[in-house]
């Protein structure tokens, strides 16, 4: 059965505080994602990786960086924690697309707050 | 940009109604997929549904059909015979082609009265 996982449910970070989320799938997946999502603005793409070591941008990656040094592993990382990042994150697989529907999988979600 | 919208921030339905939720999408590429997915209370994004620019037919998945209207670039998700269980955030989803990236709606928040 295809699992992703998230390490944590919810989190409590004080601002300034270094914060890591990490996100694990075992269904040999090319595709990670992560989002983020709040009220009103649904899901909200922040980075994704094609690859080992390989990231890309999404459309609000300022204060996040990402990390990805095993095929089933990806890290979400906020260097700095501020109150304004405080929203519930969503980490995604997906296979390798080509032309076809490729769904993601979804993990159960990380609801970070800070403080 | 690229941009996917649903204009029904809440919706009520009967149990055991049809509803239509409401998502459109504004793009130039021929070659394109539209998912649809459901969030409960819990949280887990659930997939329901794709369909396939190039797809004749509407999708459909038990329960769950797509009326597709290209020209009007609408991919509406109609659920049939609600369920209490139906009571979730619906999002559609749409893709380009060649992307490995979704770009999400800002969803509907369903409710099913018993």
């Known amino acids: 059965d295809v699992k992703v996982t998230q390490s944590s449910r919810y989190l409590v970070k004080r601002t300034g505080e270094k914060v890591f989320l990490e996100c694990v799938q075992d269904?040999?997946?090319?595709?990670m994602f992560w989002y983020r999502q709040d009220p009103g603005l649904g899901l909200r793409l922040i980075y994704f990786s094609y690859d080992v070591k390989m990231k890309e941008k999404g459309d609000i990656p300022e204060g996040y960086s990402v990390s990805r040094e095993k095929k089933e592993r990806f890290s979400l990382i906020l260097e700095s924690a501020s109150t304004n990042q405080t929203s519930m994150y969503l980490c995604?697989?997906?296979?390798?697309?080509?032309?076809?529907?490729?769904?993601?999988?979804f993990g159960p979600g990380t609801r970070l707050t800070v403080t | 940009a690229q941009k996917i919208t649903q204009t029904q921030p809440g919706m009520f339905v009967q149990e055991k109604e049809a509803v239509t939720l409401d998502c459109t999408y504004d793009t130039s590429d021929q070659s394109y997929g539209l998912f649809w997915y459901k969030q409960p209370s819990s949280g887990e994004m659930i997939f329901l549904i794709y369909q396939g620019s190039y797809d004749e037919q509407n999708a459909t998945e038990g329960r769950y059909s797509l009326n597709f209207q290209k020209a009007r670039k609408s991919a509406n998700l109609v659920i049939s015979a609600s369920q209490l269980g139906d009571s979730a955030m619906y999002f559609c989803?749409?893709?380009?082609?060649?992307?490995?990236?979704?770009?999400f709606g800002s969803g509907t928040q369903l409710t099913v009265l018993p």
């Open positions: 269904m040999d997946h090319e595709n």
């Open positions: 989803a749409w893709r380009t082609g060649s992307a490995r990236q979704l770009t």
């Open positions: 995604a697989s997906s296979p390798i697309t080509s032309g076809r529907a490729y769904e993601q999988y």
